[in-house]
């Protein structure tokens, strides 16, 4: 068949089979238009054939996207910046590009980390960087005392067994973070306030809500782990931000709404440089958040009597709050300081010298040791007597009687559950009572989210007259594409459908028919 190239302004007929693969047309491009592609170690240029305003993939075959004889297609000369370096996430799997001109390898260590906590969304103070060699990368060092160059790749660890709670986090799915919380009130603490600035950087509102339920505050900073603090005089500088400023960094207008409604005080919160969040608002451009915070700070406030302006109240406020810290603090009340200050018994980290915590191991690889010696030693020996005389022991073992079962109403069944679930309740308000305890004078009001209405389950379908084996058929050709494919055959359909829906040019049927043409495509290349 026939189809013509557009390129450069001109538009030049090829003669090529049905079955032509995107790759070798872009050969063919080459070769007739003479094109002369760079490729260096900051920008990559590269060729891409256009269809139905969607971009051609290189394994693709013409037939398989409905190119037939008489199509145009674009070609076009793309560049692409390459980035100076990537990080390899240990918690997503993902590899973060860092882009920009080889001035950023003489950047410190400490920055390098401020840029990879802004596109992770992760805190500075709940990971480390190394190189794949296992060399630490120290926040007072520069990038070039380790040598690294352009294209290096680096590595992001966390604290061993927090993997599954930053993932939580990081999807906002607050029963995945509440499982995961340690057993340690101090870490468990950090944990919290960790969890606290991902909602705000990322806007997960149900976890924003529920921790701050819990105790936590949006104008307290994240700090860093409970084995660092004995010289948090060295810590990052990030580690002094606070949820409302990462919140504002990050435009997540409802986060801020959230947070200023729980308490006033976070209008006047400052970061480490002595940044507001209006002011961080105004140098990231978000205007959303500065019309509202601009809005928020020239309000007035109206008490009995009497009606101040914002910044008058605020400043009320924050001598009130700093007035009732000291008396606590001198009346031996002030709860927080326990968890401020390392205890005898605790552990300390002393970077350089202690084995590093920081390999990403999960939940699972840290406490299964431990379980395993803890039950070996726990296991009573047999007495003596028992191994002389072997005619006392018995010859099978009895076997445990099991409770014998009762018949439930129907209308029982819902109160039972009921119990339950106040039982579950009352398990997770007693695992975080006593921090939700301390500054509960700071905590009075609180902001209800609306309820989160569970969708009914969806009948599913009934063939009557279905054999056995027919069904096993079916379930083993679906294990078997699940197998070759790497993804399940309704997660295939979804990328078809995916792909399909990039041809905007093209009406919504045709979209299907070449869905439905790569699927066909697909399924024979895996067999």
């Known amino acids: 068949m026939r189809v013509f190239i557009c390129f450069d302004g001109s538009c030049e007929p090829f003669d090529v089979p049905p079955d032509q693969t995107v790759r070798a047309m872009k050969q063919m491009v080459k070769d007739n238009f003479l094109v002369q592609l760079s490729d260096d170690k900051q920008v990559r240029q590269y060729l891409e054939l256009s269809y139905g305003g969607a971009a051609l993939q290189d394994s693709w075959a013409l037939c398989d996207v409905g190119i037939t004889s008489g199509s145009a297609i674009q070609c076009l000369i793309k560049s692409e910046q390459r980035p100076v370096m990537r990080v390899f996430n240990a918690v997503t799997g993902e590899t973060l590009p860092i882009m920009g001109s080889e001035a950023l390898l003489h950047m410190s260590v400490a920055r390098l980390k401020t840029v990879v906590s802004m596109q992770s969304g992760l805190p500075v103070s709940t990971f480390r960087l190394s190189t794949l060699t296992g060399v630490q990368l120290y926040d007072c060092n520069q990038l070039q005392d380790y040598a690294i160059e352009v294209g290096t790749t680096l590595r992001l660890d966390t604290w061993d067994g927090w993997v599954e709670f930053l993932q939580g986090c990081l999807l906002g799915h607050r029963l995945t973070v509440q499982s995961h919380l340690s057993e340690k009130k101090p870490v468990m603490r950090f944990q919290l306030q960790v969890a606290l600035c991902i909602a705000a950087s990322l806007g997960h509102l149900d976890l924003a ?120 603090s001198n009346q031996c009340q002030y709860t927080s300081a326990a968890f401020c200050n390392p205890r005898v018994g605790e552990t300390l980290l002393v970077d350089g010298f202690n084995h590093p915590n920081m390999s990403s191991k999960s939940r699972k690889a840290v406490t299964k040791p431990s379980r395993g010696i803890k039950a070996k030693a726990w296991q009573p020996l ?62 009075r009001g609180k902001f209800i989210l609306p309820p989160i209405t569970s969708r009914e389950s969806i009948p599913r379908l009934v063939f009557v007259g279905a054999s056995s084996k027919s069904s096993h058929i079916l379930t083993a050709s679906q294990e078997s594409f699940s197998h070759y494919c790497g993804r399940t055959p309704r997660e295939n359909a979804i990328n078809c459908l995916t792909i399909a829906s990039t041809f905007t040019e093209k009406p919504w049927l045709k979209q299907l028919s070449i869905a439905r043409t790569l699927i066909r495509k697909r399924v024979p290349t895996m067999a």
Not at 403 to 412: A, Y
Not at 414 to 439: A, C, P, T
Request: aromatic share 4%; net charge positive.
């Open 209 to 328: 809500g529920w921790l701050l339920e819990r105790g936590m505050h949006a104008e307290e900073p994240v700090g860093v782990h409970p084995y660092r603090q004995w010289c948090h005089q060295t810590a990052h500088r990030d580690t002094g931000k606070c949820p409302i400023h990462i919140a504002a960094e990050s435009s997540q207008l409802l986060i801020l709404k959230l947070f200023i409604t729980k308490n006033l005080l976070t209008l006047a919160c400052r970061d480490p440089g002595g940044h507001d969040p209006l002011k961080i608002a105004i140098q990231r451009g978000h205007r959303d958040c500065v019309r509202y915070l601009a809005n928020k700070l020239c309000s007035v406030v109206s008490l009995p009597n009497m009606s101040l302006p914002m910044r008058i109240y605020l400043q009320i406020k924050c001598w009130v709050s700093l007035g009732q810290k000291r008396a606590a």
């Open 382 to 443: 047999p007495p003596t007597s028992n191994l002389l005389s072997v005619s006392h022991l018995p010859s099978k073992r009895a076997l445990p009687q099991l409770p014998t079962l009762q018949s439930v109403n129907p209308g029982d069944f819902k109160e039972i559950q009921k119990k339950l679930e106040q039982d579950v309740k009352s398990r997770e308000d007693g695992l975080l009572d006593e921090i939700s305890k301390e500054d509960s004078s700071l905590c």
